[in-house]
């Protein structure tokens, strides 16, 4: 066990508040759900075909373009009050990580289609069985997150139809199109939004600002369970070298500028981002089956329970690139049971990931299985 004292807790977390108690009842199937969910596998799984006829190689189903796979660490600290040391936080210790920064569409396209970044997390040597009925005996714990708070859809009804779109969106429209589309939903957001409107609530964050992908926070967007209690996750850049990327605009003529701008920084600089857990409160205005509401952190703020250090490092050597896109999977069901997935969006995420992953390792002639060591994951 690991003892780490430089960490200060706010003794206002040491109050005791009305967390809402996970039970199996906090879930609500969806009218029509196995309908829904089958129809959008199957958009994806055609999607995910006419990508591989254009590139004669197969993508993931979403977050097709890596950016980035890094080696870290995941410190949990220690002293955390007993509502914040819970299933993997139970106790203070090191696991090492791997992390993969993309974008959110299942094709490659030049970053200056703006849409929503994600921070995915693999958590090993994580003891237990795990949910994934295909690879129980996996030591790996899943965090996926993305750089929204929510996920706009919310639930799989409204997810459908904007499945379809970006069915036709992704493999018809020439990346031309796509890019204009992107400029002209954040303008029109921009002047919009100012009198309380949002014209684009996407799926694929159409009007995302063009900012440095490594000073963004990321959030878990949906809830999960967190051991005895309901919560959703964030990771916020913390550290004095990513201070100065927050909020950061940047140049993004170059197609491939946001796997640049890592690649450059991991070269000469460490980091570190804090992992913290928002705890549900109120299940009438922190919902877990529509994850289109924001829970208000001023209800219940998000509370610090971990640091991730990523030390200096080739970002996306070939060697590394081919493990991330080919042989790597991430999936929030990679979980214990204390870290549960909740709500129709992650029930849908289980299909689709899990789909996606056996179609994309297939027709790569990739392994399939879950990592063991972090000397797995090439240097």
Known sequence: MYKFSSHRIDRSMLTPKPYIRYSQTVEVKQ???????????????????????????????????????LKGELRIYDNLPAHLAQGLFCQPRTYPVMIRFSTVPGDIMPDGLSCFRGMAIKVIDVAGPKLLETEPDAVTQDFLM??????????????????LLQEKVVVSAPEEAQQLLGMVARMTNAMTQKVGINLYPSALGLTQPETHILGETYYTSAALRYGDYIAKLSVTPVSTSLQPLIS?????????????????????QSAEYELRVQLCTNLETMPIEDASIEWSEGESPYQAIAKLTIGMQEAYSPARQVYIDDVLSFNAWHCIAEHQPLGSIQRLRKEVYEASSRYRHQMNQQPKGEPRSIEEMPD
């Open 31 to 69: 009218p029509d759900e196995e309908r829904l969910i089958r129809e959008i596998v199957d958009s994806v799984a055609r999607q995910g075909q006419k990508v591989f006829d254009k590139h004669r190689h197969a993508m993931r189903g979403a977050h097709a373009k890596s950016h980035g796979g």
């Open 146 to 163: 993305i750089n929204s708070p929510i996920f706009p859809s919310g639930n799989i009804a409204r997810f459908l139809p904007e499945q």
């Open 248 to 268: 950061k605009r940047i140049d993004t003529q170059n197609a491939s500028v946001l796997r640049d701008l890592i690649v450059e920084f991991f070269r000469q």
